[in-house]
């Protein structure tokens, strides 16, 4: 019985850690695939442009892009431009070297890296720059509001005071 019983529990166990191994290299994936409908995104885990990370800022662990081609909004004499948002993932351990960072940058240009939120494995920042292009009109916010509460459904936002 002991032979039968042993094989079984080796088993049990190997297929559950593979299983655990298979969810923490998926967690980036799921910023995809929770997206709504029309919005393309782009998880990006090498070969950085720097463009995408706010100054002054380590290389982080993925970049997401978000774009919704299917919506417009105006900005600045008649331009038209797509909602969008970029995200930087950071390893969770980092959390309180990244926030007195984003703490120390507040003084200084408007793409400065700000606090979006976090899961269990990542700290996510992004940029007033990185969210539609830097535009802040109610047209611009209403066009990336589902996005916004999607993503809510996987990642907390805790009150920082920056």
Not at 35 to 45: K, T, V, Y
Not at 76 to 96: G, W
């Amino acid at each position: 019985m002991r032979t039968v019983i042993f094989p079984i529990i080796v088993t049990t166990l190997l297929i559950s850690f593979s299983c655990d191994q298979e969810e923490k290299n998926s967690s980036l994936e799921e910023f995809c695939s929770i997206a709504p409908d029309e919005w393309e995104c782009d998880l990006i885990r090498n070969d950085f442009n720097p463009e995408d990370i706010p100054q002054g800022t380590e290389d982080p662990v993925a970049i997401i892009k978000y774009i919704n081609r299917s919506r417009e909004f105006i900005r600045y004499e008649n331009t038209a431009l797509n909602p969008s948002l970029v995200l930087d993932l950071y390893p969770i351990d980092q959390k309180d070297e990244l926030i007195d960072f984003i703490k120390s940058q507040q003084l200084y240009s408007w793409c400065i890296p700000t606090y979006y939120g976090e899961t269990e494995d990542y700290f996510i920042i992004t940029s007033p720059c990185f969210i539609n292009n830097g535009t802040f009109t109610e047209e611009a916010d209403s066009l990336i509001q589902d996005l916004h509460i999607a993503l809510e459904k996987i990642m907390i936002r805790n009150d920082y005071y920056f």
